[in-house]
Nanobody
């Protein structure tokens, strides 16, 4: 079992930056990929970014590429999402997720086994 706790959300203005953190505990050794997803009201949960356990591989949604950076500190069992140049359309609840298997598609939310409770990010115009 893996427990995930997100933090770092808040209310910011367009153009500002935020860094989200996701602290993992439990059987973290079994997690290969870590991902961030987001869900805005009335929309399905969508992929934002993912990173392999080693950190060597990263993946991004086109909508955030060049603005967001995913990283991890395995010594702290923590994954980060640095969000720069935020836009009002980035407003959503952001969820951290852990994926046991290295197979499959990291962009599919159904591939992930564990989820955090989410943290709200609101970007005002």
């Amino acid at each position: 079992q893996v427990q995930l706790v997100e933090s770092g959300g808040g209310l910011v203005q367009a153009g500002d930056s935020l860094r989200l953190s996701c602290a993992a505990s439990g059987r973290t050794f079994s997690s290969t990929y870590m991902g961030w997803f987001r869900q805005a009201p009335g929309w399905e949960r969508e992929f934002v970014a993912a990173i392999t356990w080693s950190g060597a591989g990263t993946y991004y949604a086109d909508s955030v590429k060049g603005r967001f950076t995913i990283s991890r500190d395995n010594a702290k069992n923590t994954v980060y999402l640095q969000m720069n140049s935020l836009k009002p359309e980035d407003t959503a609840v952001y969820y951290c997720a852990a994926k046991r298997s290295g197979l499959g598609n990291v962009k599919f939310r159904n591939e992930y086994d564990y989820w955090g409770q989410g943290t709200q990010v609101t970007v005002s115009s």
